[in-house]
Antibody, heavy 116, light 109 residues
Framework: QVQLQESGPGLVKPSQTLSLTCTVS??????????WSWIRQPAGKGLEWIGR???????NYNPSLKSRVTISVDTSKNQFSLKLSSVTAADTAVYYC????????WGQGTMVTVSS | QSALTQPPSASGSPGQSVTISCTGT?????????VSWYQQHPGKAPKLMIY???KRPSGVPDRFSGSKSGNTASLTVSGLQAEDEADYYC?????????FGTGTKVTVL
């Protein structure tokens, strides 16, 4: 079955850009009527939807993060990626990738700490 | 967009039922039949329990049920079991965006 795996640096300096990749295995990222999202969760807090990308390349972003977020897709590698610019300590969280609709499939999550 | 409002905690004894509310607005919960619910155990990724307000994915026990009235959706867990102790989050489509609830910690007494 389809599985998702996040990868990327676990430590990012303040003001720099956080970059994560989600690799889709067990199926093609382009098959079916699916779209692909990033979600984050600060320690001890709730879930926050960051944004999504369709395999056509069109995107939707959380309005509160829109100015700093870019989500892209590489269908040849079966991957999609997240870039979050100008990070601060408030961006420290576990970052998940997930398939939509309904988020039935999630990656295991990757912890990203923003610290100098 | 603001997070959907959930009670911070809920509890029940084994075998009892617990209902969790999820309150939004006409721009999210009330405007679409696209509410979903997730169960999250500590250190784990969330698991989909209910989608499209009341549909259960394959493998989710029928003890879990969902409903909606106006701007408020609800998740009911009947016949509580020890393994149901977890955090629960609702989510709703919000017109090209998605919004999650604040989360509810369910304790099995």
């Amino acid at each position: 079955q389809v599985q998702l795996q996040e990868s990327g640096p676990g430590l990012v300096k303040p003001s720099q850009t956080l970059s994560l990749t989600c690799t889709v295995s067990g199926g093609s990222i382009s098959s079916g009527s699916y779209y692909w999202s990033w979600i984050r969760q600060p320690a001890g807090k709730g879930l926050e939807w960051i944004g999504r990308i369709y395999t056509s390349g069109s995107t939707n972003y959380n309005p509160s993060l829109k100015s700093r977020v870019t989500i892209s897709v590489d269908t040849s590698k079966n991957q999609f990626s997240l870039k979050l610019s100008s990070v601060t300590a408030a961006d420290t969280a576990v970052y998940y990738c997930a398939r939509e609709p309904w988020f039935p499939i999630w990656g295991q999550g990757t912890m990203v700490t923003v610290s100098s | 967009q603001s997070a959907l409002t959930q009670p911070p905690s809920a509890s029940g004894s084994p075998g009892q039922s617990v209902t969790i509310s999820c309150t939004g607005t006409s721009s999210d919960v009330g405007g679409y039949n696209y509410v979903s619910w997730y169960q999250q155990h500590p250190g784990k990724a969330p698991k989909l329990m209910i989608y499209e307000v009341s549909k259960r994915p394959s493998g989710v026990p029928d003890r879990f049920s969902g409903s909606k009235s106006g701007n408020t959706a609800s998740l009911t867990v009947s016949g509580l079991q020890a393994e149901d102790e977890a955090d629960y989050y609702c989510s709703s489509y919000a017109g090209s965006n998605n919004v999650f609830g604040t989360g509810t910690k369910v304790t099995v007494l």
